[in-house]
Every structure is written in structure tokens, then in C-alpha cells.
């Protein structure tokens, strides 16, 4: 039997009516003769209401705890997912991830996965059981222990479930009808994409497109599992929605495909730092040993053998910045006079595969800021984007002017 995967994120299965109609639609892929592999999220909320538990239980807590509990939310909509089916006469039981076994590294909070031994699930499926309904978002590590997979992770869940049953395709439901030129909840002439390519969302994704974890996109162009996003409220058919496909596939596109955005930004400056070789490694070596993402970075001119360094990271991950560098300096690995934290700041970004082959478009970026008397901080660009830091009070009006600019209302 062909085997299709549906997810249905938090919304989609936000209350025991919302979680019939999900079934419904499952229902369908099994009536045209899929044997289906359904994977769900916890209902929408439960997974945050989760994690407070945690912080205020113990703020310095123990990561594997913290998996063990937050991973619980899934499977409680696991078990009502396979007992919704069941009274729908569809065979179907639910999978806790440790039980497939989804097996993932021991990186509690962020874990990745490894393996998914596809036997235990083909038996049932040998006997008869039409759906397999997987609780999203969690594994068990080489230690037995429960992991999770990053927040938003049963996207990835779904399209390694996709590739290790080798899926007809991976659809992912959702609270929107697709993919779209920005999300459409910041402005409403964002426009639904028919097709995007992979190396396009997956730069939408990790510049802070939340619709797909990054993870799941990078899963799905390395393994060529045919991803599509789509509405868990409206009417089902073949082509609805947004396919999330390769390059290949489209014949037209605009040079700029959307606008991401992220808000969990803080800008770091490092004041006055000697000015010698090494510096560089001198301070980004113990951010990494630290596990800060450092995203931007921008080394001011130098005077009188002394430089201000400027760095970006996430806005949680500002005090184990402080700390690594407070330590430094302690050590005497670096020597600067102060480190200066703006976290009023978001990043924005255009992404396109027409960038590549299209002169002006950041130029065209910075005059639109420009026009708009927004100041850019720090600039950052790749082959297919170009970022900007900027006051989160400007954020949506960026977002707004930029997708004004590019006339990303309209299809190519
Ligand atoms: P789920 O709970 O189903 O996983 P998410 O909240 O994680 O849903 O992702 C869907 C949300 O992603 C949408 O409601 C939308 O606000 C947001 N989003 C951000 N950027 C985009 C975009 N470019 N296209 C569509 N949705 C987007
Ligand atoms: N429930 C998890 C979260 O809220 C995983 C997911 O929904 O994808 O992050
Ligand atoms: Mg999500």
C-alpha cells in the first residue's frame, strides 16, 4: 500500500471537535487506499503551559526532565487522534515516539533524529491497522532517555516519517491555507505561493518563518520527500496548498519569494577591544564553547589599535553571552571595556533564488528603509538573501514597505 503522512499541528487539534475534524480528512486519504502515518502536535498552548511548569518549578532544570515533561502534551492527542479514528471504524492505535522507536541523539531540548526502524509500524500495517498515529515532537535517546526536538519539531517529525516509509508525500495541516510572501498576519496582501524551493523556504524557515521548523525542510530537499503545507479548515483536494518542492519545478518566480522576520533578536556590542590578530576567534571561539548562535556580525573600524565588535544572537541566549565574555576577560583572553546588550531589536529579511542572478535587490532593500526612516544596524547578506537589524518598533512597517517594494502581491 502507498503510505502518505499527514500532520496536524496545535491548532489543528486544539480541542476534541477540532481533533473529528482532522479525523475526517484522514479518513479520506484512507478511503482512496493509503495506509497513513499521522503525526500530531500537542493541542495549541499546552506545549508553553508546559514549559512555564518547568521554569517555575526549577529555572536551572535538569534538560531531560524538561523533555519528559514537555514532550506529554503529544501524547494526549495521540490517544484521543487513534480513538477518534477507532470510532470512525478506521483501525488505528498510537505511537509514543520511544515505542517506534523514534531513536534521536541525546542533545535534550534540540535533539535530532537518527533512526526510524520502519518494522514495528509495517507489521500493524501488515495486519490491517489503516493509521498509525504518532506523537510528534519527541524520541528517546542512545541513553533511553525521552528527547524532544526543538520547539516546532513535529514538522520534522513528519518528514522523517515521510522519508523513512518513503511517503507519496508529507502534507503538513495547518492554521494557514500555505506558504505565503510573508506572514499573512502582519499584512494582508501577503500572497499564497503555489510552489516554493526548498533552498527558499529553508531560508524563510531559519530567518524566522515559523509555519515549517528549518530542520523539517532541510529533512525533506536532502531525502526529496514531496512537502506541502495546507489548511486544516478547509476543504481537501489534491493540489491544494503550497508544495515545498525543488528548484526544478517552477517554472516562474519573482527574484524576491518573501519577507521573514524575527523579533527573539538582541544586538551585543563588544567596546573598545584590541585591535590584533586572533581577536576574532578570541571572542567567537568561547560564544560557540558557550552555545550562542551567533548570527550577524560586523567589526567597526579601528582607531588607535581599538575596535568595537557587534554581534547578533538570540535574545534568550543574551546571558550566557555575558557570561562567556565576562569569563574571557577574566582570563584575559580579550580585554574590553564594556558589552552593551540593545534587545529592542528584530531582524528582517528578503529572501530569493532570484538574488543570485539579480543585480541591486539589497540596494533596493536599503532605499526602501531608507524612504521609510528606518535605520539599519547590521546588514548581513548570502547567495539568496539579505538581513537587516533594525528597532523592533519598525518591524511590521519594514515588513509592510519591503513587500510593497518588491510587488510581492503579485505572482511572476
Ligand atoms: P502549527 O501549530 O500548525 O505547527 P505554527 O503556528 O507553527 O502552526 O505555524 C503556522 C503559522 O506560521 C501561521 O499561523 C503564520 O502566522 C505563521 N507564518 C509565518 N510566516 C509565514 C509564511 N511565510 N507563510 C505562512 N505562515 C507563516
Ligand atoms: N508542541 C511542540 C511545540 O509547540 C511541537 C510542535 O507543535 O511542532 O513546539
Ligand atoms: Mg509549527
Not at 574571557?328 to 529579511?349: E, G, P, Q, Y
Amino acid at each position: 500500500m502507498p503510505v502518505l503522512v499527514m500532520k496536524f499541528g496545535g491548532t489543528s487539534v486544539a480541542t476534541v471537535d477540532k481533533i473529528k475534524r482532522a479525523a475526517k480528512k484522514v479518513g479520506v486519504e484512507v478511503a482512496k487506499g493509503y495506509d497513513v502515518i499521522v503525526i500530531v502536535s500537542a493541542m495549541s498552548g499546552e506545549t508553553n503551559k508546559l514549559v512555564g511548569f518547568v521554569n517555575d518549578t526549577s529555572p536551572l532544570y535538569d534538560a531531560r526532565e524538561y523533555d519528559a515533561i514537555v514532550s506529554s502534551g503529544e501524547n494526549v492527542t495521540a490517544g484521543l487522534m487513534a480513538l477518534t479514528l477507532q470510532e470512525m471504524d478506521v483501525p488505528a492505535r498510537s505511537w509514543q515516539g520511544w515505542q517506534v522507536p523514534v531513536m534521536t541523539t541525546s542533545a535534550h531540548s534540540s535533539a535530532r533524529i537518527e533512526e526510524i526502524p520502519t518494522d514495528n509500524i509495517n507489521a500493524k500495517f501488515g495486519e490491517g491497522m489503516k493509521v498509525a498515529v504518532v506523537a510528534g515532537f519527541q524520541g528517546v535517546s542512545p541513553e533511553g532517555r525521552i528527547t524532544t526536538l526543538g520547539r516546532g519539531g513535529s514538522d520534522t517529525t513528519a518528514v522523517a516519517f515521510a522519508a523513512a516509509f518513503e511517503a507519496d508525500r508529507c502534507d503538513i495541516y495547518t492554521d494557514v491555507d500555505g506558504v505565503y510572501t510573508t506572514d499573512p498576519r502582519v499584512t494582508d496582501k501577503a500572497r499564497k505561493l503555489d510552489k516554493i524551493a526548498f533552498e527558499e523556504m529553508l531560508e524563510l524557515a531559519s530567518l524566522g518563518a515559523k509555519v515549517l521548523q528549518t530542520r523539517s525542510v532541510e529533512l525533506a530537499m536532502r531525502y526529496k520527500v514531496r512537502l506541502r503545507v495546507l489548511s486544516s479548515f478547509e476543504e481537501q483536494s489534491d493540489t491544494a496548498g503550497t508544495l515545498v518542492c525543488a528548484e526544478e519545478e517552477i517554472m516562474e518566480s519573482n527574484v524576491v519569494a518573501g519577507v521573514a522576520f524575527s523579533r527573539d533578536e538582541a544586538k551585543m556590542t563588544l567596546i573598545s577591544v584590541a585591535d590584533r590578530p586572533g581577536i576574532a576567534a578570541a571572542i567567537f571561539g568561547p560564544l560557540a564553547e558557550a552555545g550562542v548562535n551567533v548570527d550577524m556580525i560586523v567589526q567597526n573600524i579601528s582607531e588607535e589599535g581599538r575596535t568595537d565588535m557587534t554581534f547578533s544572537c538570540p535574545i534568550d541566549q543574551v546571558a550566557r553571552a555575558q557570561k562567556a565574555m565576562d569569563e574571557a576577560k577574566a582570563r584575559d583572553d580579550i580585554n574590553f571595556h564594556d558589552l552593551v546588550a540593545d534587545t529592542d531589536v528584530a531582524k528582517v529579511s528578503i529572501v530569493g533564488i532570484g538574488m543570485r542572478s539579480h543585480a541591486g535587490v539589497a540596494a533596493k532593500m536599503f532605499a526602501t528603509l531608507r524612504d521609510e526612516g528606518v535605520n539599519i544596524k547590521v546588514i548581513t547578506t548570502s547567495e539568496i538573501k539579505t538581513s537587516v537589524l533594525i528597532d523592533r518598533k519598525y518591524m511590521e512597517l519594514a515588513v509592510q514597505a519591503l513587500h510593497d517594494a518588491f510587488e510581492l502581491e503579485k505572482a511572476a
